[in-house]
């Protein structure tokens, strides 16, 4: 164990966890998706790439500044290549400190769709937890011009479909949070999806909207 991991063995036994409880969750398969969670205001831990999230360890984990240098990547691994927008996001806003990559069924069907459909207020949790699930156009995976397709959205919500390509949710508490607000929004795309369906979907009024607020669970 070296010294970054002897310093941040708790956040990084937390990203390894959140990794498993989303491949338990169907929500990553193979080694798609990626997690980060910042431990300094310029240092963020990451999921290396080519590595299953159902079996990351401890050792896996890499870690990276904001402008994408390395600061630490174990033997034979390194940072997934999606880490500019974990970066750009993480650069636009202090309040992030980690950001969940996945590709749920039900709203990657959204994604794919891009309709805009989950931009509505439809249930109270997701309105004062997420906010408008935006989406953000299509760029090719990997690339800068995907990260930069977050400036026009990012200081609007915590939740994001990357059109075409799965779904991006983020926390200003920690990783197992992201976790639970994508898991919020997953349901939510289901209950959505379902009303669909049986015809006649409502969303919530703007008057009620304006009284999210004040509303205390």
Same mark, same amino acid.
């Given at each position: 164990m070296n010294e970054l991991q002897r310093k941040y063995q708790k956040e990084i036994e937390e990203l390894?966890?959140?990794?498993?409880?989303?491949?338990?969750?169907?929500?990553?398969t193979s080694a798609g998706g990626n997690l980060s969670l910042r431990v300094e205001e310029n240092l963020l831990l990451i999921t290396p790439t080519k590595t299953p999230k159902r079996i990351m360890r401890f050792e896996d984990i890499c870690a990276i500044d904001l402008?994408?240098?390395?600061?630490?990547?174990?033997? *034979? /691994?390194?940072?997934?290549? #999606?880490?500019?927008?974990?970066?750009?996001?993480?650069?636009?806003? &202090?309040?992030?400190k980690?950001?969940?990559?996945?590709?749920?069924?039900?709203?990657?069907?959204?994604?794919?769709?891009?309709?805009?459909?989950? *931009? /509505?207020?439809?249930?109270? #949790?997701?309105?004062?937890?997420?906010?408008?699930?935006?989406?953000? &156009?299509?760029?090719?995976?990997?690339?800068?011009?995907?990260?930069?397709?977050?400036?026009?959205?990012?200081?609007?919500?915590?939740?994001f479909l990357m059109e075409n390509h799965g779904a991006v949710f983020c926390s200003p508490i920690g990783i197992f949070d992201a976790v639970e607000l994508l898991n919020m929004a997953e349901c939510m795309a289901v209950s959505v999806l379902t009303a669909q369906i049986l015809g006649n979907a409502k969303t919530i009024t703007k008057h009620y909207v304006e009284e999210m607020d004040q509303v205390i669970a």
């Open positions: 390894v966890t959140a990794c498993h409880r989303c491949a338990e969750l169907n929500y990553v402008d994408g240098n390395v600061v630490f990547a174990p033997e *034979e /691994k390194k940072p997934t290549g #999606e880490w500019p927008f974990h970066t750009k996001i993480m650069r636009k806003r &202090p309040d992030i980690a950001i969940v990559h996945t590709h749920p069924p039900v709203l990657t069907g959204f994604a794919i769709a891009a309709d805009g459909m989950l *931009e /509505k207020p439809w249930l109270p #949790e997701p309105i004062t937890e997420i906010g408008p699930i935006l989406m953000v &156009p299509y760029e090719t995976p990997l690339s800068e011009a995907l990260s930069e397709q977050f400036d026009a959205v990012i200081d609007d919500s915590n939740g």
